[in-house]
């Protein structure tokens, strides 16, 4: 983890306050319900998970219907952006056709810092039933060292 | 005559992510679809994320359509970060007699469901022929 910055804490406070008054208004049920699906509310699209254990880090974005082949993934020292694009149904289907149109479409940027720098060469990705799965594993400079104490 | 209205299937209209009441004790959500009409039928689209397909069930119960899923994922190593969370998936729409019952498909690509509900044959549009005498 990197080091306690008061700021940083200030800045994700204020962020997770003004996700929360965004979806207020537009709600009848309670605002938090908004960010399990990826409706057309979902400011920040795809919404992500982030993992960690020793060695990785795991980001699982909720990305269903994205067309694989246009995912793109780049890492950028502890920085990773997914762009894609989700389709919608089929473009010759007249706008009076629908009875339900609910489902977001469009493309998407998304960029999340991450807590620690990220080995770039070794990320893996996986797309497994709309989700989308992200390996990432530490840089070295990163990762927990032992410091043996010698006795004098 | 009287103009005939397109089959809708009708839900309750209400929000998103909005969960649907059943009596099962676990979390449901309604999953956004897109529905759209052909000449054949309706199309439906559902998000469904994280459902595979051995836990999706679709099932028809005279005019009632039931979309139900179980979202599983186990995720590696301790949260640090959360968005969203994976629940089950419960929606259900009413057909009306113009849907072939025996003629359903169901498709389930990327997390998200494509059902084709074609029309009976004597609902589908025809084109009458203007002859000039």
Same mark, same amino acid.
């Given at each position: 983890?990197?080091?306690?910055?008061?700021?940083?804490?200030?800045?994700?406070?204020?962020?997770?306050?003004?996700?929360?008054?965004?979806?207020?208004?537009?709600?009848?049920?309670?605002?938090?319900?908004?960010?399990?699906?990826?409706?057309?509310?979902?400011?920040?699209?795809?919404?992500?998970?982030?993992?960690?254990?020793? &060695?990785?880090?795991?980001?699982?974005?909720?990305?269903?219907?994205?067309?694989?082949?246009?995912?793109?993934?780049? *890492?950028?020292?502890?920085?990773?952006?997914?762009?894609?694009?989700?389709?919608?149904?089929?473009? &010759? *289907?007249?706008?009076?056709?629908?009875?339900?149109?609910?489902?977001?479409?469009?493309?998407?940027?998304?960029?999340?810092?991450?807590?620690?720098?990220? &080995?770039?060469?070794?990320?893996?990705?996986?797309?497994k039933?709309?989700?989308?799965l992200?390996?990432?594993?530490?840089?070295?400079?990163?990762?927990?060292?032992?410091?043996? *104490?010698?006795?004098? | 005559?009287?103009? $005939?209205?397109?089959?809708v299937?009708?839900?309750?209209?209400?929000? !998103?992510?909005?969960r649907?009441?059943?009596?099962?004790?676990?979390?449901?959500?309604?999953?956004?679809?897109?529905?759209?009409?052909?000449?054949?039928?309706?199309?439906?689209?559902?998000?469904?994320?994280?459902?595979?397909?051995?836990?999706?069930?679709?099932?028809?119960?005279?005019?009632?359509?039931?979309?139900?899923?179980?979202?599983?994922?186990?995720? #590696?190593?301790?949260?640090i970060?959360?968005?969203?969370?994976? #629940?089950?998936?419960y929606?259900?729409?009413?057909?009306?007699?113009?849907?072939?019952?025996? $003629?359903?498909?169901?498709?389930?690509?990327?997390?998200?469901?494509?059902?084709?509900?074609?029309?009976t044959? $004597? #609902? !589908?549009?025809k084109?009458?022929?203007?002859?000039?005498?």
């Amino acid at each position: 983890m990197a080091t306690w910055d008061p700021w940083r804490e200030i800045d994700e406070l204020r962020r997770e306050v003004d996700r929360a008054f965004e979806e207020f208004g537009f709600q009848t049920e309670p605002a938090f319900r908004a960010a399990f699906l990826p409706g057309r509310l979902a400011r920040g699209y795809p919404l992500v998970n982030v993992h960690e254990d020793r &060695d990785h880090l795991y980001v699982e974005a909720m990305a269903p219907g994205i067309d694989p082949n246009s995912l793109k993934l780049t *890492v950028v020292h502890n920085s990773l952006t997914i762009s894609g694009e989700k389709k919608g149904p089929p473009s &010759d *289907v007249k706008a009076e056709s629908f009875h339900r149109e609910e489902r977001a479409a469009g493309k998407f940027v998304r960029s999340i810092t991450l807590p620690v720098e990220i &080995d770039d060469q070794n990320v893996k990705a996986e797309f497994k039933n709309g989700l989308l799965l992200i390996t990432l594993p530490k840089a070295e400079k990163a990762k927990p060292k032992q410091i043996s *104490v010698q006795v004098a | 005559m009287a103009e $005939k209205t397109v089959p809708v299937p009708r839900g309750p209209e209400r929000g !998103k992510g909005e969960r649907e009441i059943t009596r099962a004790r676990e979390r449901n959500l309604r999953p956004p679809v897109d529905i759209y009409e052909t000449p054949e039928g309706l199309v439906l689209m559902a998000d469904l994320p994280g459902v595979a397909k051995e836990n999706l069930q679709v099932h028809i119960d005279n005019d009632l359509l039931t979309i139900s899923g179980k979202a599983s994922h186990v995720a #590696a190593g301790d949260t640090i970060y959360r968005e969203y969370e994976l #629940a089950n998936f419960y929606r259900q729409f009413e057909l009306n007699e113009e849907i072939d019952r025996e $003629k359903i498909s169901a498709e389930l690509k990327h997390g998200v469901l494509t059902l084709r509900l074609p029309k009976t044959e $004597k #609902a !589908k549009p025809k084109q009458i022929e203007v002859r000039v005498s």
